[in-house]
């Protein structure tokens, strides 16, 4: 069984999901991974000023992400861990606290 960390940003494509392979956030941590599903954050490169709930992500070498872009934080979701390809990054530390917190909002765990 292959494993994702909390945090690593890996490619996604096929199912009802996406088509392309598009980059998500794992937002699951190992303990409670059992290999079947995943659950992520998509990013997406398009803005919407009236979502609270995205996070404006920078292209950088560690997140190894291709452009600037946004967590869709409102759109957390299981996938089935056949559509996962490859890691390309890890979301800096600073960015995945953001996202916890508007997750926890918007799940209403405060």
Partial sequence: MVMYAFGEIVLVSGGTY???????LVF????????ES?????????????????IAISQTEQNGLDRDCFLEVDKLSAINTAHIGETVGMLETDLID????????LL???
């Fill in 108 to 110: 209403m765990l405060s």
């Fill in 28 to 35: 699951q941590n190992e303990e409670s991974y059992t290999g």
């Fill in 38 to 54: 995943l659950i992520v954050i998509p990013f997406t490169t398009t803005s919407n000023e009236e979502i609270k709930t995205r």
């Fill in 18 to 24: 996406t088509s392309k392979p598009r980059p998500v």
């Fill in 98 to 105: 953001k996202a916890k917190s508007f997750a926890r909002k």
